[in-house]
């Protein structure tokens, strides 16, 4: 049976999720961007060493117009997929949260060497600690006059 107190924890797992794959995708960019530019520099510094007096230039080629198109359509799909899964998710444990609470009765019964003592069934309430050490004691006094 699911508690509604995990809730937060699932947010905070979707919301990790999330920013991971914020993070993954800009991350991406970035980092190709940067080793392209590492792997220019390498060749910049090779051509000096062999061609000092040669002006080396460069710049990050940006990518068809299709591919980033479809990339951000990827990252699109990605994310409404991962809020699908949250939302069926969410869905599970709020739908286990209201079962539970719908068949849970809250009834139970207390009993002595086999004797019902208390039944939250009968009475309605929950017995106070002084009033069930009041029952034991009087069944524990009631057994011993039996015995003598």
Not at 88 to 100: D, K, R, T, V
Not at 127 to 139: G, V
Request: with cysteine.
């Amino acid at each position: 049976m699911a508690d509604i107190g995990r809730l937060p924890l699932v947010a905070g797992l979707f919301l990790f999720v999330f920013f991971m794959t914020w993070r993954d995708l800009s991350m991406t960019e970035q980092s190709s961007h940067l080793l392209l530019r590492r792997v220019f520099e390498q060749y910049t510094s090779v051509l000096h060493e062999k061609f000092p007096h040669v002006a080396v230039e460069g710049d990050n080629y940006p990518p068809p117009a299709m591919r980033s198109l479809l990339a951000q359509g990827l990252s699109v799909l990605k994310l409404a997929l991962i809020a699908m899964v949250y939302a069926c998710l969410m869905i599970f444990f709020i739908s286990n949260a209201i079962e539970g609470q719908l068949i849970s009765t809250g009834a139970f019964e207390i009993s002595f060497n086999d004797v019902p003592v208390w039944s939250k069934l009968e009475t309605g309430r929950i017995p106070s600690a002084a009033e069930m050490f009041q029952i034991i004691e009087n069944h524990m006094r009631f057994g011993q006059s039996q015995t003598t």
